[in-house]
């Protein structure tokens, strides 16, 4: 889809295609439950969706898929599947994404048709920007928070960083597990 016809994706129109990123930062739980620090590759591929009709309410968006691996692992470490969809009546990007490890979060945030940089967020227990998870990771690594930037780079990438908050079963103080990354077009 050439970029003139994608007017209607808003600011998520500059990130429609397969992209890399090579020199990902990731601080995560480590198996003892302490804090690991991994540098990751990623591939995600973000395809044009849309429109999606609720009543009044049109969405245009994007179907994304990312995997990453260790760098130096040949097995991936991590993989979501999702959508971003921009409403541009109510200014809103909105990302669904689902973990294979039981976690799904709706996150948004309000954002300018032409914004270059935008913040999404979801915490647990909201109605609308929120997260679920299944019954070990609620009980163990209860994911209470979700943050997460988006820059649109003027040299043609972008770059995410994100803190995912969660509470871990004996700790007294959150755990943010921290990813960023800067992706170029493959």
């Known amino acids: 889809m050439a970029n003139n016809d994608l007017k209607n994706w808003g600011p998520l129109a500059a990130l429609v295609g397969k992209w890399e990123?090579?020199?990902g930062d990731?601080?995560?739980?480590?198996?003892?439950?302490?804090?690991e620090?991994?540098?990751?590759?990623?591939?995600?591929?973000?395809?044009?969706?849309?429109?999606a009709t609720n009543h009044e309410q049109q969405l245009y968006g994007l179907r994304y898929n990312m995997m990453a691996w260790r760098i130096g692992d040949a097995d991936p470490f991590h993989e979501e599947l999702g959508y971003m969809m921009w409403d541009a009546k109510d200014e809103q990007v909105i990302r669904c994404v689902m973990i294979p490890r039981g976690?799904?979060?709706?996150?948004?945030?309000?954002?300018?048709?032409d914004a270059k940089r935008f913040h999404l967020s979801a915490k647990l227990g909201s109605a609308t920007y929120g997260i679920s998870s299944n019954i070990f990771l609620d009980r163990?690594?209860?994911?209470?928070?979700?943050?997460?930037?988006?820059t649109i780079n003027s040299d043609g990438t972008f770059t995410y960083d994100q803190d995912v908050q969660i509470q871990i079963k004996g700790k007294?103080?959150?755990?943010?597990?921290?990813?960023?990354n800067t992706l170029y077009k493959i």
């Open 21 to 23: 990123g090579i020199k």
């Open 26 to 35: 990731d601080t995560a739980p480590s198996d003892d439950r302490g804090t």
């Open 37 to 51: 620090k991994n540098k990751y590759r990623e591939v995600a591929v973000y395809e044009a969706i849309g429109p």
């Open 103 to 113: 976690v799904a979060i709706v996150s948004g945030g309000t954002v300018k048709a």
């Open 140 to 150: 163990e690594f209860k994911t209470v928070g979700y943050e997460v930037d988006y």
């Open 172 to 180: 007294p103080d959150l755990f943010h597990h921290k990813d960023s």
